[in-house]
């Protein structure tokens, strides 16, 4: 299968306007906002004279000219090449345009600075280095990591506190201190405590899916996969048992779908506050709401507190929180914990359901990639007499390949970040330029899509060929769908756990093949910054023969 490359025409835009950097304080700022108020405090009555009004007009625009259009020569001011930039839009016409998809664009920069160990790019008014040298990006994630350590806020912790508080949120002490605490939750030992939970989700899931498709059944993958991960995440992440196969109007299933419903608008949204945090704040622009904290808050109360009183244990992410101690030896309170509890439901839902609709698409148009991960599967599941444990699926190392591959053309992260907390000096960016040093507050990204497709790392990149990653081709500093360094994605190996579970299920039981509404070669879309693809990921099911349930768990499996 090959990812359609030429998805789109780059479109210059040559558009500068002259500035200059002007660092202005604080005091500054409140002198001319007061001398601002004053002038406005008149009587209704009074009819401002032009000279007032063209000395607001002018304080109006001096305000816009150091807030918005000062930092505009970031990067020439420390010769970092950058392509011409449009003030205050920045980089972002193409996209705010949904002229492209973001993860493109963002490659035809980095192809085109290919000379160069770091380019500028301007999110809006927001200047970011971008680095394009792995050396360099491992250099900066793990060797100086206590000198990048934090990523930059996408929402206003007042606004949006739920998002704010949890680890992926969390700066400095505070993140570290949450980091330990959580980090033995998903260790082997829990990781195997939890697997009969995913099993009895998968084991629905798939056995809905198998009944459906005795006679060949079309799905779209988005819809039916995110009720399998919202199982997933209430009984792991919640404590709660739904059966959205069953009953997909469930509360929480329903909630989950409100919550979580991906449009461009939430994405403008975040971009937003991680750009203009104070017009953000002062908008009032929260991406989930006061609505989504609390019914989620209501949710952990009631699990902790029922399971206090009749001394019930589960093994789910909120028995390891509720059984955690911070470094003072505290619980976590109920806010920490359903914060922390979100971030695995936002990323448990979407993007696991969304790299799931990868997985099954990739297998579907290449059946020999399917014909061998099934050959996989059915040995181990002989051997396990239809039910398998957790080390016979964690070693599966075909299916390993395959949703590494996966990973590696369509990763679910645009980009990756770190906030500068310490002046730190880049090398120069070219043999013939200077070292440019990185303030704080200043930020980085890296590219995992960039990366993961560039030829000089992968021979013939574009095309889907798990074998790679059996053959010690792939090299691993620039392999990076989950991040790096210690502030690398948590929850990658249940996230993995997961959809092995569920592909071990599934392909024993269907048949996967494209159908007439399937777009191959794949188009990534332009309408979403989270990646998806066009007219939506629809496949046929079909029965297998011989592979349905017999009890609880197993699966009958075909006799070779």
Not at 209 to 221: D, H, Q, T
């Amino acid at each position: 299968m090959y990812i359609n490359d030429g998805l789109y025409k780059r479109n210059s835009i040559i558009l500068s306007l002259p500035t200059r950097h002007n660092i202005v304080s604080n005091s500054y700022t409140s002198i001319i906002l007061a001398h601002l108020s004053q002038a406005l405090s008149v009587q209704n009555t009074t009819i401002m004279d032009p000279f007032t009004v063209t000395l607001l007009l002018g304080v109006v625009f001096l305000l816009i000219y150091y807030y918005l259009w000062r930092g505009m020569n970031y990067f020439k001011e420390r010769g970092i090449a950058h392509d011409p930039v449009i003030p205050i839009i920045g980089h972002m016409l193409p996209i705010m345009m949904r002229r492209i998809y973001m993860g493109h664009y963002l490659n035809d920069m980095y192809n085109r600075y290919s000379d160069r160990k770091y380019f500028g790019f301007y999110n809006f008014i927001r200047p970011l280095i971008v680095i394009r040298d792995p050396d360099l990006m491992n250099s900066i994630t793990i060797k100086n990591f206590d000198y990048f350590t934090d990523h930059h806020p996408v929402v206003n912790k007042d606004l949006d506190p739920l998002v704010a508080k949890n680890l992926f949120g969390l700066k400095g002490d505070d993140w570290r201190e949450m980091r330990k605490l959580l980090s033995p939750s998903f260790s082997s030992a829990k990781m195997k405590i939890m697997f009969k939970l995913i099993i009895d989700c998968a084991d629905n899931f798939t056995n809905h899916v198998a009944i459906e498709s005795r006679n060949g059944k079309i799905y779209e993958l988005k819809e039916i996969l995110g009720r399998y991960t919202t199982d997933v995440i209430a009984t792991s992440s919640f404590g709660i048992a739904v059966n959205s196969m069953m009953d997909s109007e469930n509360d929480f299933n329903t909630f989950a779908r409100k919550t979580l419903q991906i449009s461009f608008a939430r994405g403008i949204k975040m971009f937003m506050g991680g750009t203009f945090p104070r017009l953000t704040k002062l908008l009032g622009l929260s991406v989930f709401g006061e609505q989504t904290r609390l019914y989620f808050k209501r949710v952990i109360a009631e699990t902790v507190r029922q399971r206090k009183e009749k001394g019930i244990y589960r093994p789910d992410m909120i028995q390891l929180m509720m059984e955690s101690r911070n470094s003072k030896g505290e619980e976590l309170t109920i806010d920490e914990m359903t914060s922390q509890a979100f971030v695995f439901f936002l990323a448990g839902y979407d993007t696991s359901s969304t790299f799931m609709c990868f997985v099954l698409f990739a297998i579907a148009a290449n059946p020999d990639v399917q014909a061998k991960l099934r050959a996989e599967i059915e040995e181990v599941a002989r051997k396990a007499n239809g039910q398998p444990t957790y080390d016979a699926i964690k070693d599966m190392a075909y299916m390993d390949a395959v949703l590494n591959e996966t990973n590696r053309l369509f990763p679910a992260a645009l980009f990756l970040d770190r906030v500068c907390v310490k002046e730190f000096e880049l090398p120069p960016a070219t043999p013939d330029s200077k070292p440019v040093l990185v303030k704080p507050g200043e930020a980085v990204w890296f590219l995992p899509l960039s990366f993961q497709t560039d030829p000089k790392y992968f021979s013939d990149p574009m095309k889907f060929k798990p074998e790679r990653f059996l053959n010690n081709e792939v090299p691993q500093k620039v392999y990076i769908p989950f991040g790096m360094g210690p502030r690398i994605c948590i929850g990658n190996r249940f996230a993995l756990m997961e959809t092995k579970i569920m592909l071990y299920y599934l392909l024993l039981r269907c048949e996967i093949e494209p159908c007439a509404k399937t777009t191959l070669p794949i188009t990534l879309s332009k309408k979403s910054i989270m990646i998806s693809v066009d007219n939506g990921f629809w496949l046929n099911f079909k029965a297998r023969k011989n592979m349905f349930p017999s009890q609880p768990n197993g699966v009958n499996v075909a006799k070779a």
